[in-house]
């Protein structure tokens, strides 16, 4: 089975730019969490999405938003990028997620930097 | 809200010898999930063990292992017979099954090993 992919693997953009990456799940893999992760903050939960719905959600500006699609393809969009979104971006599948205990398998992250 | 504690940031062992990393966690959940994550230099991350807390026995996989005491919220991993593929970051992590904790896992700050030849 292919693992999880995440494009693009690089990304360079500016203040006040937006962006979105993508991400595709392990065949068969219903939920995709993502992740932010900055040396300073360490690795931190942005949203979860299960089915096409948004099912948890971290605490991030509004400015973050994310969606799936009915193949469970998931996009994360940051609007009005600020210097401080200058990350690493995972993206992690599993079966059903949610409190299920199955496994989150990751991909390689797209690593964001804003200018 | 939980929160997960590694409070060595750095490590270092010899190679084919035996090291032990630290965590912590709060929580006032009695059901929950913990984990251990490899992230190597190549940035992808890899599970490399995992313990439910309703199960008293430690989990090991190959020459990992834990030393999980839920009185105490500790949650310790354990490399024997350390290899050179060992050194990378390891986090420790939390995800709970209720709440707004489930479905999303709590990273700590992580510890990096390096594996001295």
């Known amino acids: 089975k292919a693992g999880v992919t995440q494009t693009p693997r690089y990304l360079i953009k500016t203040r006040g730019q937006q962006v979105t990456l993508s991400c595709s799940p392990i065949?068969?893999?219903?939920?995709v969490s993502w992740y932010q992760q900055t040396p300073g903050q360490g690795l931190q939960f942005l949203f979860e999405?299960?089915?096409?719905?948004?099912?948890n959600k971290g605490n991030f500006p509004g400015r973050f938003s994310g969606r799936q699609f009915s193949n469970s393809r998931s996009e994360m969009n940051v609007s009005t990028l600020e210097l401080g979104d200058s990350a690493l971006y995972l993206c992690?599948?599993?079966?059903?997620?949610?409190?299920?205990?199955?496994?989150?398998?990751f991909g390689p992250g797209t690593r964001l930097t804003v200018l | 809200a939980q929160t997960v504690t590694q409070s060595q940031p750095e490590m270092s062992v010899q190679e084919a010898e035996t090291v032990t990393l630290s965590c912590t966690y709060d929580?006032?959940?009695?059901?929950?999930?913990l984990f251990w994550y490899k992230q190597p230099p190549s940035r992808q991350m890899i599970l490399v063990i995992r313990?439910?807390?309703?199960?008293?026995q430690n989990a090991t996989e190959n020459r990992f292992s834990v030393n999980f005491q839920k009185a105490a919220k500790s949650f310790s991993l354990k490399i024997s017979d350390s290899q050179l593929g060992d050194a990378a970051m390891y986090f420790c992590?939390?995800?709970?099954?209720?709440?707004?904790?489930?479905?999303?896992?709590?990273f700590g700050k992580g510890t990096k090993l390096s594996v001295k030849p």
């Open positions: 992690a599948s599993s079966l059903r997620g949610g409190a299920s205990g199955d496994e989150q398998f």
């Open positions: 065949s068969g893999h219903r939920s």
């Open positions: 999405y299960f089915s096409e719905t948004q099912r």
């Open positions: 929580t006032s959940e009695s059901d929950y999930y």
């Open positions: 313990q439910e807390a309703y199960k008293q």
């Open positions: 992590a939390y995800r709970g099954y209720y709440g707004g904790s489930q479905g999303n896992l709590i």
